[in-house]
């Protein structure tokens, strides 16, 4: 079945380490996302990539980096230097800028020890 | 800017009840709007979408109406059931390589 695949649904940090969560789909869709959701706040953009080997900053990349080599991929790497981290990680794509449709994964949830 | 404004939860009701969720908006344009919904543990999925003033889109028993007069896309459904207890995101885009934006979301529970 075609869809968004996020993995680890469940991963745990000890404080100045790095993890990269992995977002791949098979959907063929140019453009891919990463949201951070927290209680209360709703999604907030992190990083968002519309064509391969280009991405772009969303409202709270600090701490965050991503790469996008292939169409199909787009993971997240949430360095030490992410002061808060601990929260539920959405990835999503989108078939085109025009309908403004998103498909999202399953999320991913990080927690810091 | 652009910003989404949703009426905050959570919203508890028994199950039959008549729902809405209030949904307004500000945005330059004419920007596309979308009701999407999150069951617990789960990411988001469309629930319903409308891309021009008076259009109604509906889903699964949902509807919501794109009023311009009012900039509002209010969320309604005639008899929930348990099984619509989620979080439910309000959004707009204006397509055009635009970031979609979100409300933050009203956690929606129903009881049996």
């Known amino acids: 079945d075609g869809g968004i695949t996020q993995s680890p649904k469940y991963l745990f940090r000890k404080e100045g380490q790095n993890v990269t969560l992995s977002c791949e789909q098979n959907?063929?869709?140019?453009?891919m996302y990463w949201y951070r959701q927290d209680p209360g706040q709703g999604l907030r953009l992190i990083y968002y990539?519309?064509?391969?080997?280009?991405?772009q900053k969303g409202d709270i990349a600090e701490g965050y980096s991503v790469s996008r080599e292939k169409k199909e991929s787009f993971p997240l790497t949430v360095t030490s230097a992410q002061k808060n981290p601990t929260a539920f990680y959405l990835c999503?794509?989108?078939?085109?800028?025009?309908?403004?449709?998103?498909?999202f994964g399953e999320g991913s949830r990080l927690t810091v020890l | 800017g652009n910003s989404v404004t949703q009426m905050e939860g959570p919203v508890t009701l028994s199950e039959e009840a008549f729902l809405t969720i209030n949904c307004t908006y500000t945005?330059?344009?004419?920007?596309?709007l979308f009701w999407y919904v999150q069951y617990p543990g789960e990411g988001l999925q469309l629930l319903l979408k409308?891309?021009?003033?008076?259009d109604k889109g509906s889903n699964k028993g949902f509807e919501a109406t794109y009023r311009k007069e009012t900039t509002s896309f209010h969320l309604e459904k005639g008899s929930v059931q348990v099984s619509d207890s989620a979080v439910y995101f309000c959004?707009?885009?204006?397509?055009?390589?635009?970031?979609?934006?979100f409300g933050k979301g009203t956690r929606l529970h129903i009881l049996p």
């Open positions: 945005a330059t344009g004419y920007p596309s």
């Open positions: 959907l063929n869709h140019d453009a």
């Open positions: 959004a707009l885009s204006r397509g055009r390589d635009d970031k979609i934006i």
């Open positions: 990539s519309q064509i391969v080997n280009d991405f």
């Open positions: 409308a891309t021009k003033a008076d």
């Open positions: 999503a794509s989108s078939p085109d800028s025009l309908t403004g449709e998103l498909f």
